[in-house]
């Protein structure tokens, strides 16, 4: 009954890596998904950016055209115009863009949380550890019996098998 239990043990500790393996790589996709939309953004940014600055150099140059005209007062607030509605389309696609990559961080690190819960909910089985197995492995050279070394060392005779399969000696 012991042996079936830690064949079923292995089998699901087995099914539950490859699960946590399928979601990371799911999600990794879900997240590269997320990082090529947010370039998308900073890239029409830099494009707007590159509009804004060659409408400034325009503007500079009306400015200085039409400077005979205009007093230092009259200048200055139309450079201060200008600036602002420039910055202001800026600023307003600056917060969304910091907006949608801190929900992306908050989600990544939520994942990741869940993920080293679920990680630290695995448990070997005491026996894989170096010191029994040395301790099966010595019982077993010297002839005693499948039977006895499980029970002198209180674990399943399916574990003993396990460890000397593992270490090639049965």
């Known amino acids: 009954m012991e042996h079936i239990n830690i064949e079923y043990l292995v089998v699901a500790m087995g099914a539950m890596i490859l699960y946590l393996i399928y979601y990371v790589f799911t999600k990794d996709s879900e997240y590269n998904k997320n990082i090529r939309a947010v370039a998308t953004v900073a890239e029409e940014l830099n494009k707007e950016i590159f509009y804004l600055k060659k409408k400034l150099n ?4 009306n400015i200085k055209n039409n400077s ?5 007062e009259d200048i200055y607030q139309e450079i201060e115009r200008t600036v602002y509605d420039m910055v202001k389309p800026i600023s307003l696609s600056l917060k969304r863009l910091e907006e949608g990559i801190q929900r992306i961080d908050e989600h990544v690190d939520a994942r990741i949380s869940s993920l080293e819960s679920g990680v630290k909910q695995i448990s070997i089985p005491a026996s894989i550890h170096g010191n029994d197995d040395e301790k099966i492995i010595s019982l077993y050279k010297q002839g005693i019996t499948l039977e006895t070394i499980s029970k002198e060392l209180h674990i399943s005779k399916a574990e003993v098998e396990f460890v000397l399969k593992i270490n090639k000696i049965k």
């Open 68 to 72: 005979s005209r205009m007093n230092d």
């Open 58 to 61: 325009d503007t500079q140059i």
